[in-house]
């Protein structure tokens, strides 16, 4: 069936570092890839998203890239404060109702 | 406030003794989900529902029920829990399901024992 692996499960970086979170889907038809951040005890919250026809997008501190060849796609994260630190999920859809989750990654920002 | 509420929060029970959890949105979303997280396995779909009267399966649906007689409540029912639904429970809810925002829910800490 459809996956959508995630990595690092697990990403520490000092404050003001880059930190990249990196996806890889199965289906092909994806064309849809949002990105999650849940802070403790809360429910995941969008914070990016990127569809099939677009490489890149930028909000700020916050990118997506999205590699449709490779079935790749990545959050980059600069400048990076202590507020960053929660699990970040990566998602795929392919327009149907299902949403396959990554696993997450928890990210740690040291002060 | 646009809001997806759960209730309860937390919950112990004992095995097959039934239960509820309650999901509302007040934002007129046509699309409601049920996911839940383990670690180290993400959030998977239990349950999806495109309108009242309208849901579907998703990846991991056995020992669980949802109903949708209202467009803004997805209750989720346990009708007879075990330890391995022992997990965290979140609802969501979208202006479609195709490829747009989902609102999640606060969860709900469920333990069965």
């Known amino acids: 069936g459809e996956n959508v692996e995630q990595h690092p499960s697990t990403l520490s970086v000092q404050e003001g570092d880059s930190a990249v979170i990196k996806c890889t889907y199965s289906?092909?038809?994806?064309?849809?890839f949002p990105w999650y951040k849940q802070e403790l005890g809360k429910g995941p919250q969008l914070i990016i998203d990127?569809?099939?026809?677009?490489g890149e997008k930028k909000d700020q501190r916050i990118a997506v890239t999205l590699n449709k060849t490779a079935k790749h796609f990545s959050l980059h994260i600069t400048e990076t404060q202590p507020e960053d630190s929660a699990v970040y999920f990566c998602?795929?859809?392919?327009?149907?109702?299902?949403?396959?989750f990554g696993a997450g990654t928890r990210l740690f920002v040291k002060a | 406030e646009a809001q997806v509420t759960q209730n309860p929060r937390y919950l112990i029970t004992v095995t097959g003794k039934k239960l509820t959890v309650t999901c509302s949105q007040n934002?007129?979303?046509?699309?409601m989900s049920w996911y839940r997280q383990d670690p180290g396995l993400g959030l998977r779909q239990i349950y999806y529902?495109?309108?009242?009267?309208?849901?579907d399966k998703g990846d991991v649906p056995e020992g669980y029920k949802v109903s949708r007689k209202e467009k803004r409540n997805f209750p989720l029912i346990l009708e007879s829990p075990s330890p391995n639904q022992t997990s965290l429970y979140f609802c969501?809810?979208?202006?479609?399901?195709?490829?747009?925002?989902?609102?999640f829910g606060q969860g709900t800490r469920l333990t069965v024992v």
């Open positions: 289906d092909s038809a994806s064309n849809y």
């Open positions: 998602a795929a859809s392919s327009g149907g109702f299902k949403t396959i």
């Open positions: 969501a809810s979208s202006v479609q399901g195709l490829n747009t925002e989902a609102f």
């Open positions: 529902s495109m309108n009242v009267e309208v849901t």
């Open positions: 990127i569809r099939s026809n677009v």
């Open positions: 934002m007129n979303h046509e699309y």
